[in-house]
C-alpha cells in the first residue's frame, strides 16, 4: 500500500533545510483545507493521511460530484479512498493498515508525499514510523541540493536550440548583478531555494535600481550561498512539462501543464486532454521543438538523477516569450521557447491536473484554488 501526504510548505521546509521546522500559518491551513488532493491520484488500497478524516471525507465526496458532473465518471471509477489522521502524537496509518488488512500486515509501506525534505522524516518519524520506511538523511540532502536552482542553470544550455531563449546566472556579489543589469537593463532575481511566488525580486536599470533590493540580496547570498538572475523576458504563457524519475536512470514523460500565475504565484490549470493542449501550445511553436526538448529532458535528468538520487515525480516550468520585444526582429521567430524557467522536484500542480484530464479532446475546463471564507478551495470550473 501507499501513504499519500501533502505537503504543500515543501518548498519553504526545503528553503530551511531544518528539521524543526514550523511551515507558516497559509502552509498549514492549505494542508489542512486540501489534504484530502491525493484521493485524485491514489489506487485501491491505499492511505491519504490528513488532519481531519472527517472534513476530508466530505470535501472529497463534494469534489467527486463536481468532477463527475464536469468532466465524466471515468476518472474515478472502481476506487475506494481512505483517510487516516495524525493527531495526538500518533501516526494512525500503519496501525489501521495491520488492523483493518491482517492478511497484509507485513505488506511494504511506500510513502509518497507532495515533496520529500527533512522536516518531513523528522516528523513521520515522531509519528511512529520507522527509518527505514523513509529516505535516508543523506538522500533527502541529494534531493535538497538537486532542488537548488543551479540544476535548472545547467539544464537550461542543453535545451538551448534554434527557437529557444533564456540564460541563467549565479551571484555571489553586488558587482555581478550591476554589470548584468547594465548588459541587460531588466532582471529577474531568484533565491535558490524558494516556493512558488516567494523569493523573487524584480530589477529595472530605468525604475528599480539595485540599491532597492541590495538588503534582501545580501540577506539571501548569507543565508543560501548565492542569488539566480536571469534576463526578463516578455512572457506570452505559462506551461510546463511533467514528469516521473525511477531513480535508476529512467525518465518518463507524463504530459503537459497549462498554468497561470500571477507575479509567480500559482493561480490555476487547463484541464484538457494531451491532443488539446498540444493544440494551444502549437499555435506559438512548432510541436517539434517541444518534442526535442522534451527528449532532452528525460536524457539528461534520468542522468542526473540516476543511482537513487531522485525517484518521485518533478515538473520542468517553461514560457512562451514575445520574440519581438527580446531583440528578435524577424516575423518568422516571433514566439520562442524558454524551456527551463526551473525544475520542481515534487509532485505539482499540473500533475494533480493531469491526473484529472478529460478523455474527450472537446472538453475544456480549469482547475483553480481560491481562498475564500477563511478556507482553501480546489474548483473546477467550465473554461
Same mark, same amino acid.
Given at each position: 500500500?501507499?501513504?499519500?501526504?501533502?505537503?504543500?510548505? @515543501?518548498?519553504?521546509?526545503?528553503?530551511? +533545510?531544518?528539521?524543526?521546522?514550523?511551515?507558516?500559518?497559509?502552509?498549514?491551513?492549505?494542508?489542512?483545507?486540501?489534504?484530502?488532493?491525493?484521493?485524485?491520484?491514489?489506487?485501491? +488500497?491505499?492511505?491519504?493521511?490528513?488532519?481531519?478524516?472527517?472534513?476530508?471525507?466530505?470535501?472529497?465526496?463534494?469534489?467527486?460530484?463536481?468532477?463527475?458532473?464536469?468532466?465524466?465518471?471515468?476518472?474515478?471509477?472502481?476506487? =475506494?479512498?481512505?483517510?487516516?489522521?495524525?493527531? /495526538?502524537?500518533?501516526?494512525?496509518?500503519?496501525?489501521?493498515?495491520?488492523?483493518?488488512?491482517?492478511?497484509?500486515?507485513?505488506?511494504?509501506?511506500?510513502?509518497?508525499?507532495?515533496?520529500?525534505?527533512?522536516?518531513?522524516?523528522?516528523?513521520?518519524?515522531? &509519528?511512529?514510523?520507522?527509518? &527505514?520506511?523513509?529516505?535516508?538523511?543523506?538522500?533527502?540532502?541529494?534531493?535538497?541540493?538537486? /532542488? @537548488?536552482?543551479?540544476?535548472?542553470? $545547467?539544464? &537550461?544550455?542543453?535545451?538551448?536550440?534554434?527557437?529557444?531563449?533564456?540564460?541563467?546566472?549565479?551571484?555571489?556579489?553586488?558587482?555581478? $548583478?550591476?554589470?548584468? !543589469?547594465?548588459?541587460?537593463?531588466?532582471?529577474?532575481?531568484?533565491?535558490?531555494?524558494?516556493?512558488?511566488?516567494? #523569493? !523573487?525580486?524584480?530589477?529595472?536599470?530605468?525604475?528599480?535600481?539595485?540599491?532597492?533590493?541590495?538588503?534582501?540580496?545580501?540577506?539571501?547570498?548569507?543565508?543560501? +550561498?548565492?542569488?539566480?538572475?536571469?534576463?526578463?523576458?516578455?512572457?506570452?504563457?505559462?506551461?510546463?512539462?511533467?514528469?516521473?524519475?525511477?531513480?535508476?536512470? @529512467? $525518465?518518463?514523460?507524463?504530459? &503537459? /501543464?497549462?498554468?497561470?500565475?500571477?507575479?509567480?504565484?500559482?493561480?490555476?490549470?487547463?484541464?484538457?486532454?494531451?491532443?488539446?493542449?498540444?493544440?494551444?501550445? #502549437?499555435?506559438?511553436?512548432?510541436?517539434?521543438?517541444?518534442?526535442?526538448?522534451?527528449? $532532452?529532458?528525460?536524457?539528461?535528468?534520468?542522468?542526473?538523477?540516476?543511482?537513487?538520487?531522485?525517484? #518521485?515525480?518533478? #515538473?520542468?516550468?517553461?514560457?512562451?516569450?514575445?520574440? /519581438?520585444? =527580446?531583440?528578435?526582429?524577424?516575423?518568422?521567430?516571433?514566439?520562442?521557447?524558454?524551456?527551463?524557467?526551473?525544475?520542481? !522536484?515534487?509532485?505539482?500542480?499540473? @500533475?494533480?491536473?493531469?491526473?484529472?484530464?478529460?478523455?474527450?479532446?472537446?472538453?475544456?475546463?480549469?482547475?483553480?484554488?481560491?481562498?475564500?471564507?477563511?478556507?482553501?478551495?480546489?474548483?473546477?470550473?467550465?473554461?
Amino acid at each position: 500500500m501507499t501513504l499519500h501526504i501533502f505537503n504543500p510548505e @515543501h518548498d519553504i521546509a526545503l528553503a530551511s +533545510g531544518l528539521s524543526n521546522f514550523t511551515a507558516p500559518h497559509a502552509g498549514r491551513q492549505l494542508r489542512h483545507d486540501l489534504g484530502f488532493l491525493p484521493a485524485i491520484w491514489a489506487r485501491e +488500497g491505499d492511505v491519504i493521511m490528513v488532519d481531519d478524516p472527517e472534513q476530508a471525507e466530505r470535501l472529497w465526496q463534494k469534489l467527486t460530484h463536481r468532477i463527475k458532473t464536469l468532466l465524466g465518471d471515468s476518472l474515478l471509477a472502481g476506487v =475506494n479512498r481512505e483517510f487516516a489522521p495524525t493527531k /495526538s502524537g500518533v501516526c494512525c496509518v500503519p496501525l489501521a493498515a495491520s488492523e483493518q488488512r491482517p492478511s497484509d500486515s507485513n505488506q511494504h509501506l511506500e510513502i509518497d508525499p507532495w515533496g520529500w525534505n527533512s522536516a518531513l522524516r523528522a516528523k513521520l518519524i515522531r &509519528l511512529g514510523l520507522s527509518e &527505514l520506511q523513509l529516505p535516508t538523511l543523506l538522500q533527502l540532502e541529494s534531493i535538497r541540493n538537486l /532542488s @537548488h536552482r543551479h540544476t535548472a542553470a $545547467v539544464l &537550461l544550455p542543453k535545451l538551448r536550440t534554434e527557437g529557444t531563449i533564456g540564460e541563467m546566472f549565479e551571484c555571489q556579489t553586488s558587482e555581478q $548583478v550591476e554589470e548584468l !543589469l547594465t548588459r541587460y537593463g531588466q532582471l529577474v532575481l531568484k533565491a535558490p531555494w524558494s516556493s512558488s511566488g516567494r #523569493g !523573487l525580486r524584480f530589477l529595472s536599470i530605468e525604475r528599480t535600481p539595485f540599491s532597492q533590493q541590495a538588503g534582501w540580496f545580501r540577506n539571501i547570498v548569507q543565508a543560501q +550561498g548565492c542569488v539566480m538572475v536571469e534576463p526578463y523576458y516578455n512572457k506570452v504563457k505559462d506551461f510546463g512539462m511533467e514528469f516521473q524519475s525511477d531513480g535508476q536512470g @529512467h $525518465v518518463e514523460y507524463l504530459g &503537459l /501543464s497549462l498554468f497561470h500565475t500571477v507575479n509567480g504565484a500559482y493561480t490555476g490549470n487547463i484541464l484538457a486532454t494531451e491532443t488539446a493542449k498540444r493544440a494551444m501550445i #502549437g499555435r506559438y511553436l512548432p510541436l517539434t521543438l517541444l518534442d526535442e526538448v522534451q527528449a $532532452v529532458i528525460c536524457r539528461e535528468l534520468g542522468e542526473v538523477f540516476c543511482e537513487g538520487r531522485y525517484r #518521485g515525480p518533478f #515538473g520542468v516550468d517553461m514560457m512562451v516569450c514575445d520574440a /519581438s520585444r =527580446n531583440g528578435e526582429t524577424s516575423m518568422e521567430k516571433r514566439f520562442l521557447l524558454h524551456p527551463c524557467v526551473e525544475v520542481n !522536484l515534487r509532485r505539482t500542480m499540473g @500533475h494533480v491536473a493531469l491526473a484529472l484530464s478529460p478523455k474527450d479532446d472537446d472538453l475544456r475546463r480549469v482547475m483553480r484554488i481560491e481562498y475564500s471564507g477563511n478556507n482553501y478551495k480546489l474548483l473546477i470550473n467550465r473554461l
